[in-house]
């Protein structure tokens, strides 16, 4: 008796260790599975850029990314080139940025002096990265401004997410890329890199050159070291 009790203790043991293992290995395969969709997904998303022309169906839904200092100077230059079919266009600012709402304001009302039209609203989110932070609390404070940035992209359903540079752009292009992994919308991410990016991209400009759908250099020797950008001079 002793025996058959020990043996059926045995054979207990061993049926739920294989039933754990199956659990397991089961919870393994879905998670496989869903990184392999998401990686599939990913690149049907970023590959799929050529293909969305906003423009084609009317006024474009912008979100402009500005950076404090001459990151502010050099989008709003650009947006200069833009005409007014760029509209409604979202400004979206650091939250301590304390310079760039006077500079984007003094700009939308030159604009209306000009007789030139449109919407524009003015957004704060957490700073993504301050100048000279550690890697470590970089991590943490991205993530602070991708809770943010998110359900702010969402609300808008930007045309396009218009960048060049500040940290604050990589959460907001993630946040872009995300509708349309989630099949809400296509959003055209285009980037800008600084004109005093010379020799190597940015550090926004490294994270965002494998996403971006136009990437667009100023100097011709980023346009050797990165094929995929776009040289086209001086544009700002």
């Avoid at 833009?82 to 006077?102: F, G």
């Avoid at 500040?166 to 991410?189: D, H, I, N, S």
């Avoid at 926004?204 to 050159?209: A, H, T």
Wanted: charged share 20%; with cysteine; aromatic share 8%.
């Amino acid at each position: 008796m002793h025996n058959a009790f020990a043996l059926r203790s045995n054979w207990s043991k061993r049926v739920s260790v294989v039933a754990i293992m199956a659990v397991l290995l089961g919870l393994f395969t879905g998670f496989c599975f869903t990184v392999i969709c998401v990686i599939v997904r990913l690149l049907i998303v970023i590959r799929s850029g050529s293909k969305c022309k906003p423009g084609e169906k009317g006024p474009v839904c912008v979100l402009i990314v500005a950076g404090s200092g001459g990151h502010t100077t050099e989008i709003l230059r650009l947006m200069e080139s833009l005409s007014q079919s760029y509209s409604p266009r979202h400004y979206i600012i650091a939250d301590t940025d304390k310079m760039s709402e006077d500079k984007i304001r003094t700009f939308e009302n030159s604009k209306k002096d000009t007789g030139s039209k449109g919407q524009f609203t003015i957004q704060r989110i957490p700073r993504s990265r301050e100048v000279r932070q550690s890697w470590s609390s970089s991590v943490i404070s991205t993530l602070n401004a991708l809770l943010y940035a998110v359900p702010l992209v969402f609300r808008l359903r930007p045309d396009m997410v218009l960048c060049n540079g500040p940290g604050t752009c990589v959460p907001l292009c993630a946040a872009g890329l995300l509708l349309g992994l989630l099949g809400l919308k296509r959003v055209l991410l285009v980037y800008v890199e600084s004109i005093c990016r010379v020799e190597s991209l940015s550090l926004s400009g490294k994270i965002l050159y494998h996403i971006s759908d136009y990437f667009f250099v100023q100097w011709s020797t980023l346009k050797d070291k990165y094929p995929k950008s776009i040289y086209l001079g001086r544009i700002v």
